[in-house]
Structures are given as C-alpha cells and as structure tokens.
C-alpha cells in the first residue's frame, strides 16, 4: 500500500498536487486500516475449511481460509490423545469405483486428484492421527489452497451495508488488529472448547485434555472416569490393564454405535471396558447426573465421592464431610479412587462472534452446537455457515455430518446453494430422456457416497420436466429443504419429483435395540418396506412439499409424506442390481408414478409398434424413433422367443399353410394387444 | 410419545378425507323442505323420504348409506329425498325428538310404509326394505312347508316358482333376490322365508347360506304330483340369480344340425358349457330320452342339445356319442364316449370344477406376477449371462488407460454398465463387430464399464449407458447417433476411415470419386456420394460444406473439389457453382444441386432428403428416417423380392407426382418377417401377398388395403387413390391411440405401512369401499408374507437368490402342468 502510494507520487505533474495529495495518501492505511475485502472468509483450515476452501478455489472464487495454527489440522496434532483415529481407512473393496470405494473411506476429502485420497497416507484401518495432519497439509499445499496460517481471528463483527451481498459484511479482527472484510463467512472451526461440568471438588479432577497417557502413571490405581463417550472409553482402555479398577460414570446409559449405526456413539474398538465389566472383572459403569456430584479429597490425596446436597448442609472440612454411605452402607462409588478424569466432549468456541451475529446455541440435545438451519446457514445473520463438526446440530446422532466422511458432503451442498444465490450458477444437474430414468436412479443408489454416508440428511432429487418425457437429476440435496428446492437449486420443480433417500428400517436402530435379532434380513420384494439395513428408498411427490409439510412430517419420517414411496428391498452386499430382485420392482414403481410403460425394447418389437400403433412406449420414442434402436443379436433373439416375450416372425403364419390351425402360437406380444384392433373394426 | 403423536396426525388425515366425503353425499341427496317435499310427490311413483331436524347433525352414518342407496332405487324409478324439518313447517312425520326420525315410503301421496332408521342398517337392506314393501304383492313371504305347500299347488299347471331362503330380511342376499324379483315377478312367483326349518323340511342341510330354488310348477298338470325343483349352486347375487332364471326359461333340450362350434345359445352367453347327444334316426327316441334326463341334472349348469348325426355335414368322429364345447372361445370341441348319463354330468362338473380352480389360481397368480421380468431386453440379457462372449477382442480400458490409449491410436470406444440390459445387450452386437473386423481395422474398439469407472464417464460426460464415441488424434471426439446394431456401427466405423469431406485434388480423382472407383469398398456402406464443387475463392461456401460433411460423418461420404479447373466439373454436370454432385450408384446417375447461399444447416437437409428413396425397401433400420416425412406410409408388402409389375406401377405413379402426399415404399417379408405381425395386426390373419396398404400413422392412423381382388396396376392404384383421398374408401382398422401404461401395478408400500401403522382398526365403516378392499389386499399381503417367511428367515443372511430359486422352479413345474 505504502509502496504504490509512492509510486504514484513519481507520476503526476506539478508540485501542488503532490503536496495535496500526500498527507491523505499516507495516512489513511495507517490510521483507518481499510479491511482487505473478500468475497468468502473460511475459519479454520481442518477438514472441513479445507474441503470448502477447494470447492471455492475450483470455482475460482475470492476467498482465504484464516488459521491460528502455522500448519492445517491443528486438532489432530494434540487430539485424540491416543492417536489413534476411530475413522476406518478401508483400502480394498474389491472394486474400481472411485465413487463407490468413497463409501468406506472416512478420512479422505473431496478432490479431483487421486494421489489425495487417504489411502496413500496410511495402511492401518484405524490410521494414526498423525496421519492425517499430513494428509490435510498435502491437501492444501497441492491443491494450492489460500490458508493465512498463524492468524488468529480474535472478534468477528457485524457491519450492515446495503450493498453487501447479505445486507452486511463479516469483518474480522485478527491478532495484529488487521481487519478482514467478508461477503459470506464460513465457520469451520470445530468444537475445541472442552465441556467441563462445575460441581464441587471439580479442580481436582483432570481433564482429557491433559491428562497423562502414559499407563505407567496409572499403575496400581483406582481410577474415576466421567463420561461415556469414544474419548473416555478411548482413555480407560489405555489403562485398563494396570489399574485397580476403573470405573465409569454418565448421566445415560451407554450407547453403542452399532446398535445406533450413529458413529459418534461408542465405537467398538474403545469397547474393552464393557468386555471386562460384563465379565466381572473390577471395572464397572455407573448412572448419574454429574450436576448433583461433588468430589472432596482425603488427607491422603485420595477422592471420595459425594453429593453436593450434603456439602451444603454441612461444614465444608474435607474429612467430615458426609458421605453417601454413611447412610447407604452398600453405597457403590463408597471407594476411594486415586484420580478422577473427565472426559465429557467438547463445545464450540462461541466467543469470539460478537452478539450482533446471533450465533446462538442448539437446542437442548445439542447445546455444544450452533444452532444453523438444515441449509447450515445460522438462524441468526444471513450469509454465515457453520461447516464441519460445528455443523452437525442438523443431524446429531442421527448421521455422519459431525465427521469427515459425512460433512465433506455437507460442504460441497454449501458450496452448491452459495454458487447459486451469489453467482447464479444453478445446482449442477444432467437432464436425461425418460427412458433413463430408471438406470440413473439405479447407478446412483449403487455408487453415491454422499447418499450412503449422509443417508436421510442428503438426498438425490429427480426433477420431472412436462409430461414426464424427461427429468433432471441433482445429487445430494439437504433433503430438510425440500419446501425451498427452487431458490436453493436454481432449477424448477413443477411436474413432480421423486427424491431418493437412504435409511435404515424404521425400529431397527437404537441405544437399546437388538440389532442382531433372528428375523432382522427381509428378502422378498414385496416385504422391502420392512427392511432393517440401509436401503434406498424413493418418495414420489406429485408436487413439492411445502415448508409446513417438511416441518410437521410425521415422527420418524425422514421426508414428508409421499404420493407413493418405494423400498428397494435391503441387500447383503449393498449391491442393489439384481435385474428381477431389484431394478423390476423399481421400474413398476416408476412407471405407475408417471403412468407410463418404461419399459425397453429392440428395434424389431419397435418397428412394430411403429406401424400399429399411434403411439410409442417412452424407450422406442426416444430410441428407435431417433435412429438409435435397439437391433439386438441372434442369439438373444433367441432367448426372446423362448421366453415368450419376443415373436419368431418367420414361422407366424407358417402353421396355417401346413394344417390350417390358429395363427397365434400361444405367445403373447409385448405391449398393449392386438385384440385392441379387433374392437375398432367391430365397431365400424 | 412418538407413535401416539403420529397417529393423531393420521386421524387428522382422515377426518378431513371423511369431510370431504360427506359434503359429497350432502350434495348428492336431495334435501328438501316437508311443504316442498310433499309437492314433488308423483301419483304412482315411490318415494322413500327421511325425516330429520334441519339442527340435527349433517352427518352420520345412515345418513351415508341412504345417499348410496339414492343411485340403485333411482334405477327402479323410485326417488329418495332428506326432508328437513324446520319449526315453521311441522309435518306429522317429524318426530319430537332427534332419535324418532324415521324414514317413509309414498306412492304417490300414499304412505306405504315407515322404516326406524335401525332397520334401514346399510344400503343393501334400505334397498331390499323398499322394494319389499313395493313388491308386496308379487313376493310372497311365508313362515311354514304349509304354506309353501298352497303356494305350490296353487300355482301348479300356471306359474313357476322361485323359492328364497335368505338368513334375515336386509341381508345382501336379500337385496338381489328383490332386484331380481322386481324384473321377473310377473313371470314367477316369488316366495321367500327366512325360518331354517322350512328350509330343512324341504331337504337342504347347509342353512349358512342363503338358498334359491326354482320350482317348475308351470308344466305339473296332476295335481298330486309335486313341483321338480332345481337348486341354485351358485352364491345369491343378482347377477347369478337372473343368470340361474335365464337358464330356467331356456328349452330343456334343443335339437340341432350344424357344426357343434357353430352352435350358439343363451347358455355360451352366459357362460355355461354345452353338451351335444350325438343322435341318429335309429335311437333317435332313447337319445331323446337320455338328452332329457341329462338335461334336468345339469339345468342351470350347462345346455343340452340333441345333434342329428344323420343331417349333419360337420365330420364327428364315429366312436363319439357326447360333444363338449366350453363356454370359453376358441377352445376346441371335445368329442367323448360316455355311456351313461352320470358320466356325462361328471364329466360337465369336473370340468366346471376345473375351471373355477384355475380361476382362483389365476388370481393367486397375479400378485406374483409383478416379479416376472416383462422387460423383454432385461429378459433376453439375463437369459444370456452364462454365456461366455469373447470380450477379449476388444480393449478394456479403465481410468489409467484411458487417455494414453485414445491418444495412441484412434480408437471407439464403447461406455457401458455392467448391471444395465440395454448396454449389456449392445456389448454383444459389438463383440460381434470386433469378430467381423478382426485384424482388419486400423481402428481401435475398446469398451468402458461406467459401473466400474464412472469417474472417467464422467469426465468424458457419458451419464447415460449405452454410448459410443470415435477418438481420432487431434480431434473432439465424435458420439455414434446411430442404431445400436453391428452394421450401423460398421458403417460409422468404415465411413470414417477416410475424411469428411475428402478432398479431392485432380479433376481424374473427383471422376474416380463420382464413378465409386475412388472408394470402392465404401459404396456398399454408403449408396451415394456426395461432391461439392467450388472456385477456390468461395470461402464462405466451403466452409459451410465441410461443415455440414463434418457433421455427416459416418452416414455419407463426401468430398469437395476447389481447385483452378474446376469449371470442366461444373460444365460437363451442368452444374453452377457452387453445387453438389450427388453420384447414386445404384442407378449409376449422377445429378447436381446449386448450392447458392446454403448454410451448413441447409446442406445436411439437402444431403440428407438426396439419401432418401423414392420407393425404397422398409426395414427396421430406416424406417424411423422415412416416418420424420409425416406421412401416411403406402406399403407394398411382399414375400421375397418384389413384383416388378407392382414395382413399375408405383414408380410411374411417383414419376407422375400422384404419391407426393404418401411416403410410398414397400416391405420384404424374408429380410423383414416382423411384417407378418403387422399385418396379422392390420387383417387378424395373413392375406395373401402382395398387398397394399396405405397407414396415415401421424393423422388418425387409419388402415386402408386396396382390395385384394384387384390387380396392382396403375390404373387401378390410381383410382383406389383417388377415392380413399375423397373418402369414399372405408378402413380396414384403426391402429389403436391408446398411451402406453404401465404392464403390472407395483407394491403399495405406502398403504402396506400404514396398515401397519394404524394397529388399531380405528376405522369407520364410512371410508369408501375401495379403501376397505385395498386394506384388505394387504393384510392378505402381509398373512401370505408371513406364511411364506418360516423357511427363507431361517437362513439369517439376507439370500434373496434362494427364494428366487423357489420361485423359478414353481414358475417351471407350473409350465409342465399346462403343456400336459
């Protein structure tokens, strides 16, 4: 700024100018510090920074993504302390499809470049975390990507501004009091505040954060763990073996992730506990509320546990505190432990947005969140988006958009609805004939990550175009804003659409389910709706709901409720192909939606129709009549005619020379019958 | 919580579904003052009347029924009014209170009779009540044999009689035998009861069922003898009943001479089977005699006929005396051996047996149904997937070869999924293009399976399966718009050897390019070659050629001529530049087009019309090109080459412009054979050949043959022409306009789920029937689901391929049955 301000002193005639101008040259940079403008302000260059940092790059959009750290993924430097990542790095499926392969890759983001996949950086299952620090500093260097490292952004404020995109700017104040200004923010800061719980006697008690992860520290000890989570199973089965007993203590009962099919409950790789503690070993799990605990310390440095309604009746020295059992002599935390660790998660970091943003937290399920809309943009001021684990407020305990596999989803759907209401770049879509209807909806529901990682939060929407001769597909759609499709997309939805889903059996997921109850597979295609394991399911709207009709659904329903709905019945090896099994009873669902035959045809039974027949099915329509029918080879002709679905012509009539029988020869044509013909005659 | 919550949102749902109803109903029924009500009464006719306190509540379940009713007693002209009592205007049919309002039948102004509401429970007994009343006379109503017994003899010699068992009076049973007995009650008397113990002293055991009886009375001239009687077999609905009386009045035994199948009586129209009493003069009496005795067992089961052997042309085997025909067309007589009456019954009851058996199976057959494949191409593949192909004539090409491939060698390359039939079905006709070009191409056939590598579909932006696309080096590639066929995408392959346009250097070269010497092994792929001409300064003309040539590549072959000397070319076609040769040579003709001020656009039209025929040989392949003409197609069918006096005869008739309305062109049987179903479709069965017909497929698809017993000659053609043009010609058939629908319903998931979900039937009856049937069908659904569940579970992995296994050896044994 100084320099050019000098470089222009250099250029204009005559002194009085210069000395004019001078003073206002110099010392507004100075003084004021005009904010540096950008169109989109990212924070935090983790996972999910980074993933809409390459969104914006391969846009070409105005953006830097601001760090404090001086490299990417500061979190998984220090976190989780036992480094090791509970997110599977499946390297083999045993098939070639990228997109497919990204169904069980839950560390990768986002690319176009290959070598960036995480399976290039580590070969364990459950990758080291140090791993995926590399990963996330290969991404941004090789993509290029605009991060401002060591820059702390201190306060972010609010300025309204008519021009602004938004009705106001973002302007953020960075560590050396430089000021940013920003159309759009994006906030991909992650939780990072750990959640303490303040009762008495809770300086005593170490953090997760901190404390040691060295076993040797724990040997011989009684150990206290708060919490119940992945991090406090993670620290206890890290001592498990040398300690005394470890017990464990939550307000609810434990919830296992493969009884949830949620991945933010307990994993079963942290699961030893439970193991040892159902097997009678020492160890054990506890419920209560931790508000009501209190944690006073013997003279000998040990814990004893309490209830903070009995330090408030009575004095407050150490040893003649109450204690539970001195009433309840059976008293189960009557022991004295050697340490107390907490281990409760972690909260977003709300301080450094100023009220004016109204960055306000969830609800009471999810108090650690911000609360955002399902378009992840917050309820409070337009144009600022909550990505990455900050973001999964919309779908907390229920799918993956708390971690890397589900919200690198998440952000490219950001990164879609932004490209639309800012650039006038509609949601990306492939218009098809209707005759392809069939075989996108098929393609996409064996292959789509997005669906299959953020099943019921993200959905494929199938836009109907005028009698249904044609349609637009957009992939992974925040099915919670299906009232606002039309805005968010850019695209029209007037003649109908079917959304196509991913989700579990109704019954079947749950803290306290049986998961592996005798009945639990269905086989049949007309049991499909009952099935348990994720499975595709199509709703058929014949127009798009409305606000009131997403909003007030019914329970348990992840979309309102259809014009017609369609299971495709679950399949062991999510390969959901089979031509009789499957794609048959999609097809009949399609075409009684739409009131059509979708079915297809060769060009041989085309042609025929073609001359007794008005009209042509959609395939023949779109196919033959376009010169690009099907001919067919002998010997699938052949296989026709002994199925009976096709006429070996050659011989029609043939009959009838030898021995004067019937012509038909008891095969019935495709399509809608001869007979129809008779009856026109008749009549005339 | 959850659960609870939700089904209140349900009962919302349809409470508001039963409002809408109701309002409906309101307005179907007329609701009248008592003043106003009275004043419509007609002498003679009937009115059932329901009055109610005009503040009693719109709605209720009576209210429902009578509005069904309105539609059936209107059919026996009787009217059905809700009258209102208002304060002003009290009527003596008003009750006092809300729970006394009754219903009454006039006729005329007369009251006939009062209904409490409780009585009229449903639709079928506020119909089988009124026409009770109104029928008094001709349905008599009886409590003991006794009195069954006077009727009987009373009427002995005079009437016949149907007698009636129904359970209770309102039943729906009742109801038809009152409709029925409105038709027929001045021709039979009609008796009903409703005690068991008549029904027992008459011989019946079964008293669940309701029961008709017809008691032929009329021809008992002994008064001491009883009444033969003929039991209904079939359950008491209207329809059965009027089908059981029709049967009744038919005569017992009817002698014929004709062809059994020729044969035509009311029992065919209703269904019933015939069977014929081979009959000669020599036992023509006991034929007689057995005829009738067959006939009274079988009344109201199947006709009897007598067939006279002896004036009979027909041929009947010598051995048989029975004929069966069935009531079914088109299934064959049966001719039989039976030498006893009982015999001849049973043989009519097993196979009416059979029948309703396959019936029932039938409709067990049609849920089951929907999982047969109707999809012929999905069908053909997936017989076909066992069969190994030679893919390794072609190269696989994935995501890292791909680029370095196409960049090597000029290559096709065919994008495919492996699940999908349509692709799958081409991948064989393109391997059987890799056999046929076998080390002869210099072009590359490779193949990519999108469902493996769909990145690289992606990124070569095929979203749709199959596609075909030629990558020349240097050069976008080209998609295939052809048909999906070997020799289409021979074709394309083999035209694009050479550039297009080819340029063409010496006026030597351009003689050798229109003679076909140039290109000799392309003429047979490409029937006309196309030159353009140009002064070397004609920029903007060339330009667009090459263009149009560009975009033509694969179909035609093209050239283009610009050099100094180009006016020898020009003189000698007489051609003014610029201009298009277009050398056919079939014909070995060789004509010129001015080009003058054509765009790119314009030239494709141009070549594109030159390509056509004016009497070309129709075929799958071309036929879609001759129907973008919008014409009425004149078809010439033949079986083998063509007539060449017919031949002539369209040809002088185009020359002379009479067909320029009509695209005229003709169908060879051999190369063709789907025309035999075209034609079955046009005349049922194969006329003799050569035929012709004109199809106006785009404007009310009318089917014209110009009669068979004329000749094909101009003359003729011409006339036929002209008088199908002034319609005096009249079609043969209409091709039918119908959409195409969809070939099998689907599973109703929804309605599956909310049967469901709603485990309480919280119902009320007033939800239309149709729902009910539909709620019906899934609990039969889900029982059969249940049923079928025990043996497939228990394999605790998901194994949909066993039961499918099932399913296909059930569909096979059950093939085996029919062909026995």
């Given amino acids: 700024m100084g320099l050019s301000a000098v470089a222009r002193l250099w250029g204009p005639p005559g002194l009085l100018l210069t000395f004019a101008l001078h003073p206002a040259l110099c010392l507004r940079p100075v003084q004021t510090s005009a904010p540096r403008h950008r169109d989109y302000c990212v924070l935090g260059a983790g996972p999910a920074g980074l993933q809409m940092a390459y969104f914006l790059q391969r846009a070409g959009r105005d953006y830097a993504v601001f760090e404090r750290a001086p490299r990417p993924g500061s979190f998984f430097t220090r976190y989780p302390r036992h480094r090791k990542l509970i997110s599977i790095n499946k390297r083999h499926t045993g098939k070639a499809n990228a997109e497919f392969n990204l169904r069980h890759d839950w560390n990768s983001l986002l690319s176009h470049d290959p070598r960036l996949l995480f399976r290039h950086y580590s070969r364990a299952y459950f990758p080291d975390a140090g791993d995926m620090v590399r990963y996330l500093g290969d991404f941004a260097d090789r993509l290029g990507l605009h991060v401002l490292y060591n820059t702390t952004i201190a306060h972010v404020t609010l300025d309204k501004d008519r021009q602004a995109w938004n009705g106001h700017y973002f302007i953020l104040t960075d560590q050396m009091g430089h000021a940013h200004q920003c159309s759009v923010l994006l906030v991909a800061t992650g939780l990072s505040v750990p959640n303490q719980v303040d009762f008495p006697g809770s300086e005593y008690v170490e953090g997760y954060e901190s404390v040691s992860v060295d076993p040797e520290d724990f040997e011989g000890q009684n150990v206290l763990i708060l919490g119940r989570g992945n991090s406090a199973f993670e620290t206890a089965e890290n001592i498990l073996g040398v300690t005394n007993f470890i017990h464990m203590l939550s307000r609810s009962r434990v919830r296992l992730s493969w009884a949830t099919h949620y991945v933010g409950d307990l994993r079963a790789i942290n699961n030893g506990l439970l193991d040892t503690y159902q097997l009678k070993s020492l160890d054990g799990l506890l419920e209560s509320d931790l508000t009501d605990l209190a944690v006073v310390k013997d003279r000998e440095g040990k814990f004893h546990i309490t209830l903070k309604f009995f330090l408030e009746e009575g004095n407050q020295s150490a040893d003649a505190v109450t204690l539970p059992q001195d009433d309840n002599d059976n008293f189960a935390m009557r022991v004295a432990y050697d340490r107390v660790i907490r281990c409760l998660g972690w909260n977003f970091d709300f301080s450094i947005f100023n009220k004016s943003l109204r960055l306000s937290s969830g609800g009471e399920l999810s108090k650690k969140y911000p609360l955002v809309k399902a378009s992840y943009e917050s309820k409070g001021s337009r144009g600022l988006f909550v990505l990455g684990t900050a973001s999964h407020s919309v779908d907390y305990r229920r799918s993956a958009g708390g971690f890397i596999h589900g919200f690198r989803y998440t952000v490219r759907a950001v990164h879609r609805l932004l490209e639309q209401r800012h650039h006038g770049v509609a949601w990306p879509s492939t218009k098809h004939p209707i005759s392809q209807l069939t075989s996108s909806i098929v393609r996409r529901v064996n292959e789509a990550s997005g669906l299959y990682q953020m099943f019921g939060v993200l959905a494929d929407v199938v836009l109907l175009k005028e009698n249904a001769m044609a349609f637009e597909y957009l992939e992974e759609f925040p099915t919670q804003m299906l009232a606002q499709l039309e805005t968010i997309t850019g695209r029209k939805a007037r003649h109908g659409l079917f959304v196509i889903n991913m989700e579990y059996g109704r019954n079947f997921s749950g803290p306290d389910k049986d998961v592996f109850f005798y009945d639990r597979s269905v086989g049949h295609t007309e049991d499909a709706w009952q099935s348990n394991f994720l499975h595709p399911v199509i709703y058929y709207y014949r127009h798009l709901p409305t606000e009131q009709e997403v909003r007030f659904r019914p329970a348990d329903w992840a979309l309102p409720r259809p014009t017609a709905i369609h299971h495709i019945v679950e399949d062991f090896l999510t390969d959901w192909t089979a031509p009789v099994g499957h794609i048959l009873p999609l097809r009949r669902f399609l075409e009684n939606c739409l009131d059509t035959d979708l079915r297809s045809f060769y060009a041989e039974s085309c042609f025929l129709f073609a001359l007794t027949h008005q009209k042509l099915p959609p395939f023949c329509q779109q196919g033959y009549l376009r010169t690009q029918g099907l001919m067919g080879t002998e010997s699938l002709r052949r296989h026709g005619v002994e199925s009976g679905l096709l006429r070996d012509y050659a011989t029609v009539g043939r009959r009838r020379e030898d021995g004067g029988r019937g012509l038909l020869g008891g095969s019935q044509a495709p399509g809608p019958p001869v007979q129809a013909l008779d009856s026109n005659k008749e009549e005339l | ?820």
């Fill in chain 2, 1 to 820: 919580m959850m659960s609870s919550s939700f089904n209140k949102f349900r009962v919302g749902i349809s409470f508001v579904m039963m409002s809408i109803f109701y309002k409906s109903a309101v307005d179907s029924l007329s609701e009248l003052s008592p003043q106003k009500y009275f004043s419509t009464l007609q002498p003679g006719k009937a009115s059932l009347a329901y009055f109610c306190q005009a503040d009693s509540p719109r709605t209720s379940i009576f209210l429902e029924e009578l509005n069904e009713a309105v539609k059936p007693l209107q059919d026996y002209g009787i009217s059905v009014a809700k009258v209102n009592c208002v304060k002003e205007e009290t009527s003596r049919y008003c009750g006092k209170e809300k729970d006394l309002m009754k219903a009454y039948l006039f006729r005329g102004n007369i009251l006939l009779r009062e209904f409490p509401t409780d009585t009229l429970f449903d639709v079928n007994a506020i119909v089988a009540h009124v026409l009770f009343s109104l029928l008094f006379n001709e349905v008599k109503y009886i409590t003991t044999l006794e009195d069954l017994q006077n009727i009987e003899n009373a009427l002995k010699g005079k009437a016949n009689i149907a007698f009636s068992y129904v359970r209770a009076i309102g039943t729906p049973e009742h109801r038809a035998v009152m409709e029925t007995a409105f038709v027929y009650g001045t021709t039979y008397k009609f008796v009903l009861t409703t005690e068991t113990a008549l029904l027992e002293s008459i011989g019946t055991e079964d008293i669940e069922n309701a029961h008709l009886y017809f008691f032929h009375c009329k021809q008992v001239l002994d008064l001491t003898e009883q009444c033969r009687r003929t039991l209904m077999e079939w359950p008491l609905t209207t329809l059965n009943i009027h089908r059981f009386i029709k049967t009744m009045e038919a005569p017992l035994v009817t002698e014929v001479a004709e062809d059994p199948q020729q044969v035509s009586t009311v029992h065919l129209q209703l269904g019933l089977p015939l069977v014929f009493i081979v009959s000669q003069q020599a036992t023509y009496e006991a034929d007689r005699r057995t005829a009738e005795w067959a006939a009274w067992r079988l009344l109201g089961k199947a006709g009897v006929l007598l067939l006279l052997r002896d004036s009979l042309e027909a041929d009947i085997p010598q051995h048989a005396n029975v004929v069966f025909r069935r009531a079914e067309e088109g299934v064959p007589v049966e001719f039989l051996v039976l030498h006893d009456v009982d015999l001849i019954i049973s043989h009519v009851e097993s196979n009416m047996h059979n029948e309703e058996i396959q019936e029932d199976e039938d409709e067990d057959m049609e849920s089951p149904d929907m999982d047969i494949q109707d999809d012929e191409v999905a069908e053909t593949v997936y017989r076909d997937r066992k069969r190994r192909l030679p893919l390794e004539l072609t190269v696989e090409l994935t995501e890292e070869t791909f680029d370095e491939t196409v960049v090597a060698s000029d290559s096709i390359v065919l994008f495919y999924a492996g699940w999908q039939a349509v692709s799958m079905a081409f991948l064989q006709s393109y391997i059987d293009l890799a056999i046929k070009l076998k080390g002869t191409s210099t072009m590359l056939l490779t193949r990519v399976n999108c469902a493996d590598w769909s990145d690289l579909c992606a990124k070569q932006n095929v979203t749709e399966f199959p596609v075909v696309k030629m990558y020349k080096e240097g050069k976008n590639p080209v998609s295939y718009t052809g048909m999906l066929g070997t020799e289409d995408l021979l074709k394309f392959i083999q035209l694009n050897r050479i550039s297009c346009p080819v340029n063409i250097t010496s006026v030597q070269e351009a003689e050798e390019y229109l003679s076909g010497e140039l290109y000799k092994d392309l003429i047979s792929y490409s029937s006309v070659s196309v030159l353009g001409l140009f002064s070397p300064n004609m920029t903007t003309a060339k330009e667009d050629f090459t263009e149009a040539g560009n975009y033509l590549k694969g179909c035609v072959i093209t050239g283009i001529y610009s050099e100094e000397d180009v006016l020898i070319l020009s003189n000698k076609y007489a051609a003014t530049l610029p201009a298009l040769l277009l050398a056919r040579h079939k014909e070995g003709k060789i004509e010129s087009i001015p080009l003058a001020n054509s765009h790119a656009q314009d030239i494709v039209q141009i070549i594109t019309n030159a390509l056509l025929e004016t009497f070309p040989e129709i075929t799958v392949e071309n036929l879609p090109i001759y129907l973008r003409l919008q014409k009425p197609l004149l078809i010439l069918f033949s079986d083998g080459s063509i007539n060449p006096q017919c031949k002539k005869a369209v040809l002088t008739l185009v020359k002379e412009k009479h067909l320029d309305s009509l695209t005229p062109c003709w169908l060879n049987l051999k190369n063709t054979p789907v025309g035999r179903g075209i034609l079955q479709a046009y005349f049922n069965t194969l006329p003799p050949l050569p035929l012709l017909v004109v199809v106006s497929l785009h404007s009310g698809g009318q089917v014209f043959a110009f009669p068979s017993d004329q000749a094909i000659t101009e003359q003729n053609l011409l006339l036929w022409l002209k008088k199908l043009e002034a319609g005096l010609e009249s079609h043969i058939t209409i091709l039918p306009a119908g959409e195409w629908k969809p070939p099998l319903p689907a599973y109703d998931f929804l309605s599956m789920m909310d049967a469901a979900g709603s485990q309480q039937p919280t119902r009320r009856e007033s939800e239309c029937t149709k729902e009910m049937d539909a709620q019906e069908n899934d609990k039969k659904h889900e029982d059969k689901s249940a049923s079928r569940k025990e043996p497939i579970e228990t394999l605790r992995i998901k194994h949909w391929n066993r039961s499918n296994w099932f399913k296909e050896g059930e569909k096979s044994f059950r093939h085996d049955n029919k062909e026995l």
